[in-house]
Every structure is written in structure tokens, then in C-alpha cells.
């Protein structure tokens, strides 16, 4: 790997791992609050709110700035937030600032993998890339359950400034003033990312036609046989993986009797089975093989399913961990061809935000639909059962469309699938 892409990786562990701990941190600061089911389940969609709104604009600045200096303000933009949920902003509203900094953040952090690398490095950069934020995730939940828990909240709280009145008097806001320190080291580590030999594009600073712009690669991937195929399975991925974080946290307290702080660890087994199967995907897929993995979603849809029936917390372990293994499998793959087309499609910053756009307008929506189950009456067991069916659902009608794909379309897709065994050696 060339040089500044372990600054990259160290840079995104610390911003991952405070965008985990800061969710449990959240989650615990809600229910201190006595808010609603449904204002916890919210915290998945709000933060996906601004990937959606904002996506015809970061992608462009992404390719009109240095990635690193992007990704420098994206974590600014964090710290912004959680300073807005100590100084007594509504949670949700604070959390979806948040969201706004990692909706910046993310087209410059996947953009600059294609300019600082070859195609041929793709799978394995994504491989070393989601494997470290998988791990990141685990850190970070299982550090915010401890931030928030018994045995460090009470260190945290006696911490006393002389002459100064923090206003930090419960656990959950201990945990966020905390968090703010890592945000900053992630952010004095983006300034050290090297500026890559790409050329940086334009910034078009008409609205109308930005969200042209953006519209017409949205379209262009979306026709694209192998494009619409990769997006569309990433995109349910990330929709099912984003809210399966408050699905476990709210079937371990329903199923197990756990606490946010001993949920938090069941969150990290999930990870850690991702990090497994992204490992494992990255040393045995080739690019031109990555629609094969297509099954493996419908087979986590089903998967989540029989969550409902565990109620050991030592069958819940091996479980989770299969459960994740199954998504990290299917992800890298299909990330890395979905990547490969955008950027021969587009700027690596367009095609990263047309990415972002389809995969957090999923979050957003199987969220609002998760949330919306809570909210009007569903218990736990009965909305994993929904949400599982409709991951397993949608994954099969992206199977059938593939192989229809290969039977009306097979000379084009046979010459892009060359392309991308050529590209991917």
C-alpha cells in the first residue's frame, strides 16, 4: 500500500470509534430522559438524514477540495454536535449534526482510495478499510457502554475544574464531553493525509445544477448493469447494518435483560463476525467475482429472523458473530465493484456521494419503517420478524434482477466483467 494510507485507516478509526461510542452515549442520554421507544430508534435515521439531503453537494466538494482538509471540517462539524447535545439541544436534533459531519466526511474518505490507489488494490484496501472500522465499531461500542456504565461514569463525573461549572452532571454527558476529545484527535490526524496527484475538480457553485449533476450520476450508475446491481445490494446492506445496531441493543434488553452498557458488547460481536467475513472476502474475491456473494443477503435477511429465539446469552454470541460474518462477506465485494464502476463512470467523489445517497436514504427509510413499528404498538420481536423478512425480500429481487441482467444483457455485462478482471489484476 503507498504511503498515507495508514494515516487514512488511523484517521478513520478515531472518527468511527467516536461515531460508535457517541450512538450508545446517545441512546443511554435518551432513556435517562425517559424519551419514547421510538425517539432511540430515530437517533439510525436522523444521523442518515444529511447523507441524503446533502448528497448532490459533498460529493462535488469532495472533488473541488483536499480530501484531507475535508475530512479535517467533517470532523469539526461532529464536534459541533455533541457540544449542541451538552449545551441542552434536543438529542436528535444534536445527533443529526453529527450525521451532517460524517455525510461530509465519508465521499473524501472512500474518494481518495481510488486516486491514491490502483483498481487492482481496490478489494484489498476495502478489505483493510471496513475490517479497521469494523473494528472501530467494536471498540467504540463497547467504550461507549463503559463510558456511560457504573464503574467509569463516576471517574468521569468527579473530574472537577476549578472556577469552571461544566454542567456535565449525569453519565451519558460525561461520555460525550469525552467523545469530543477523540473527534479532535481524528481531526489533528486528517491534517497529516497527503495530497494525491488527482486533479481537483471544479466546484459549481449553482444549486440547480449541482443537483442536476448529481441526478445524472445518480441515473448513470443506476443504468449501469454491473453499477445498478452493486449499488443496490450495498445499499440494503448499509439500510439493514445501520439500523441492526439499535435492533440488537433493543432485543438484548427485551430477550436478555441487558442494560445499554451490557447490550453495547453484543453490538461488538456482531462487528466483529463483520470484520471476519470482510477479512476473508478480501484475500478470496476478485472483482469480476463479486456478484457471486448476491445470495449471502438473502441469507442475512432470514438470519435476523431467528434472533427472536435466542434467549441465552451464549448462543447469542456465536449467532451474532455468523450474523456479521454473513454481511462482511457480502459487502467488500460488492463495495469494491460498485466503487470500480463509479470511478470509471465519474469523479471518485461523485460516484462515493451517489453511493452514500441510495445507502443512507435505505437507512433513513428501513429506520423511519423500524421506528414507525415501535412507535404505533409492535414489540420488539414482532418488528425483527418484519424487518428481516423485507432485507431477505429485497435481497431476492436483486438476485432475480441480476439474472435477468445475464440473460438479456449478457454481451455488455461479459465486456464490463472483462474490464474489471483486467482492472483487478
Known sequence: MKKGFTTIMAAQFCS???????????????????????????????FA??????APFVGAFADAVPKGWVMFV??????VGCLMMLLGT?????????GLGAAAYSPAKYGILTELLPASQLVKANGWIEGLTIGSIILGVLLGGQLVGPKVAPI?????????????????????????????????????????????Q???????????????????????????????????????????????LAWAAVALGYTTTQASSLVGVVAIGTAAGALAASVTMKLDRA??????????????????????????????????????????????LLQHRGHNLMGAGRSIAVQNFNEQACVLGLGAFYA???????????????????????????????ARNLRTHHDELQRLLAIARTDGH
Open 49 to 54: 438524514l444529511f447523507y441524503v439531503v446533502l
Open 156 to 200: 468521569l463525573l468527579s473530574i472537577d475544574f476549578p472556577w469552571i461549572d461544566t454542567g456535565i452532571d449525569t453519565a451519558p454527558e460525561a461520555a460525550i464531553a469525552t467523545i469530543v476529545f477523540i473527534y479532535a484527535l481524528a481531526a489533528a490526524i486528517n491534517l497529516y493525509i497527503p495530497r494525491t496527484e488527482a486533479p481537483l
Open 90 to 98: 434536543h438529542p436528535l436534533v444534536a445527533y443529526a449534526v453529527v
Open 291 to 336: 456478484t457471486a456473494v448476491i445470495p449471502l443477503g438473502i441469507a442475512m435477511g432470514l438470519t435476523v429472523i431467528l434472533m427472536i429465539f435466542i434467549a441465552n446469552a451464549w448462543l447469542a454470541a456465536p449467532f451474532l458473530v455468523l450474523l456479521g460474518a454473513l454481511g462482511g462477506f457480502l459487502v467488500v465485494p460488492m463495495n469494491a
Open 202 to 248: 471544479p466546484f459549481n457553485h449553482r444549486l440547480g445544477q449541482l443537483v442536476r449533476d448529481f441526478a445524472e450520476c445518480n441515473a448513470r450508475l443506476w443504468h449501469d448493469k454491473l453499477g445498478q446491481i452493486s449499488l443496490a445490494t450495498t445499499t440494503l446492506f448499509w439500510g439493514a447494518g445501520g439500523n441492526l445496531r439499535y435492533i440488537v
Open 372 to 402: 414507525g413499528l415501535t412507535k404505533f404498538g409492535l414489540g420488539a420481536f414482532a418488528a425483527i420478524t418484519v424487518f428481516g423478512l423485507v432485507v431477505a425480500g429485497v435481497m431476492e429481487a436483486i438476485r432475480r434482477w441480476h
Open 74 to 79: 467533517s470532523n469539526a462539524i461532529k464536534i
Open 16 to 46: 468511527s470509534l467516536a461515531d460508535n461510542a457517541l450512538f450508545v452515549a446517545a441512546v443511554e442520554l435518551l432513556r435517562e430522559n425517559s424519551a419514547p421507544e421510538w425517539h432511540r430508534a430515530a437517533l439510525v435515521p436522523l
